[in-house]
């Protein structure tokens, strides 16, 4: 459990693999390269176990909870590191949470070692009708899908919510790619002609609504926390170019208008940090901790995106170039701010939940 775990060493531990294995160098290459994944980050990620972080350890899994990974989140954030990790973070949270014995049994282990890539529905997205044990339909902006070797979808089967957990190669399913701006992130669109469904295939619930909450605040801890890795990082860039860069025969760091701006954003990011960790303390299977959760998705990635926006202006005109990493993190935190519920849906879901306490 997280409490047995010294957080502060897990950080120590992701960033000094990250920082060896994906220095800035490499993340500004990928956004120009065209490929999907970083494929060998996937596998020394996998190696290190932190596939495994969320899996119950019945299952091979490290069995964390979600402030370890939200630790590692908000690693990957950092460097913008082009992995599927949310999708297996999720997937992982409903099979352990839903699953049957079966389902834990066949597809845990196998999210652990990092072998299966989950592209992963909105939790409160449109569902797909199951009839007569097949599907048929678009599921629309699938986050990881292009990199995906297996989907969780949404599904409705005789008026009842339910998942549907398929291969990416299964006959009848093909994938239709969309481009981002954001290139540390894959983004399409999963379309079914007549795929037939194994009963495996099909995860239920008595109480579908607490999963669907459950799925939602693992979603908004996770891109809360990859959006906080983002701004820090982004800032931490900017103070090392501004105490670098000259005008006038001083470092530009020493304008006490860029003090001010940095100063600003320095402090919304320690306030976002302790936000998140006390979010990230509380139980994904509390309501009240969901309506936090909602809270730190909408505050987080609207710090994180600001933060970045401005950051590339105090770069001034190299900040706005491919060459340059300011504009990586700017992407990747604005499709952070929209992912599975934006900020207005987010507030909208927390008014809901108050007004039903």
């Not at 990790?85 to 990092?114: E, F, N, V």
């Not at 202006?313 to 990747?332: C, D, N, Y």
Request: glycine share 8%.
């Amino acid at each position: 459990m997280s409490d047995t775990i010294d957080l502060d060493f897990l950080d120590e531990s992701f960033a000094e693999m990250l920082s060896s294995e994906w220095p800035r160098e490499r993340s500004v290459a990928h956004a120009q390269s065209g490929n999907l994944i970083a494929a060998d980050l996937w596998s020394q990620m996998a190696g290190l176990g932190w596939t495994a972080l969320n899996v119950p350890e019945e299952f091979g899994g490290l069995g964390l909870g979600i402030e370890a990974t939200s630790r590692l989140h908000a690693a990957l954030g950092a460097v913008s590191a082009p992995v599927p990790m949310l999708g297996t973070t999720m997937a992982a949270a409903l099979i352990a949470h839903a699953g049957s014995d079966r389902q834990r049994k066949a597809w845990l282990p196998a999210l652990a070692d990092g072998s299966m890539r989950f592209g992963f529905a909105q939790p409160s997205g449109a569902q797909l009708t199951i009839e007569n044990s097949s599907v048929s339909g678009i599921a629309a902006d699938i986050l990881d899908a292009p990199s995906a070797t297996h989907f969780v979808l949404n599904g409705r089967r005789e008026g009842k919510r339910s998942w549907i957990v398929l291969a990416a190669d299964s006959p009848g399913l093909s994938v239709e790619v969309h481009p981002l701006n954001d290139t540390s992130r894959t983004l399409g669109s999963v379309n079914f002609s007549q795929v037939t469904l194994a009963e495996d295939a099909i995860i239920s619930a008595p109480d579908c609504q607490r999963v669907v909450d459950l799925l939602e605040h693992w979603s908004c801890i996770a891109l809360a926390s990859d959006s906080l890795g983002i701004g820090e990082a982004v800032l931490n860039l900017t103070i090392e170019y501004l105490n670098v860069r000259e005008q006038f025969g001083k470092v530009i760091g020493s304008f006490q208008a860029l003090k001010h701006r940095v100063a600003d954003h320095k402090t919304a990011l320690v306030g976002a940090r302790e936000f998140l960790a006390h979010v990230a303390s509380l139980d994904p299977g509390d309501p009240a901790g969901l309506i936090e959760a909602l809270s730190s998705k909408a505050h987080i990635t609207r710090v994180a995106a600001e933060v970045a926006r401005d950051c590339i202006q105090l770069h001034g005109g190299v900040g706005f170039t491919a060459e340059f990493q300011p504009h990586v993190f700017l992407k990747r935190a604005k499709l952070n701010e929209a992912l599975y519920l934006t900020r207005n849906e987010a507030l909208d879901r927390v008014a809901d939940l108050l007004e039903a306490a």
